[in-house]
């Protein structure tokens, strides 16, 4: 099973991962939605497309934009829709 966890909680786990750019990607419905808040910022990737992004939540704690996602991949990345992706001190590990 992957985890990404932050703030020594579990806020995603799932048997499988995408991997794309040394990124795991979980599934949607692999992520605890009460650790998740949506935010403003988006970013571009020419490969990708327009990423959309999360605030992580954990006992008090934000680490703001640590989660992302791509609401409408290029066609290139149709593959990492409905799926997210962490960084910014959120580990992914087995």
Same mark, same amino acid.
């Given at each position: 099973?992957?985890?990404?966890?932050?703030?020594?909680?579990?806020?995603?786990? #799932?048997? &499988?991962?995408?991997?794309?750019? @040394?990124?795991?990607?979980?599934?949607?419905?692999?992520?605890? /939605?009460?650790?998740? *808040?949506?935010?403003?910022?988006?970013?571009?990737?020419?490969?990708?497309?327009?990423?959309?992004?999360? #605030?992580? &939540?954990?006992?008090?704690?934000? @680490?703001?934009?640590?989660?992302?996602?791509?609401?409408?991949? /290029?066609?290139?990345? *149709?593959?990492?829709?409905?799926?997210?992706?962490?960084?910014?001190?959120?580990?992914?590990?087995?």
């Amino acid at each position: 099973m992957m985890k990404a966890i932050w703030n020594n909680k579990i806020i995603a786990e #799932t048997a &499988e991962t995408l991997i794309i750019e @040394n990124n795991h990607y979980f599934p949607e419905n692999a992520i605890k /939605k009460e650790y998740f *808040k949506k935010s403003t910022t988006h970013t571009q990737c020419p490969w990708k497309g327009e990423a959309s992004y999360y #605030t992580v &939540e954990v006992d008090g704690l934000q @680490n703001k934009d640590a989660a992302w996602y791509y609401p409408e991949p /290029k066609d290139a990345a *149709k593959a990492i829709k409905n799926h997210v992706a962490f960084w910014k001190g959120v580990e992914v590990k087995e």
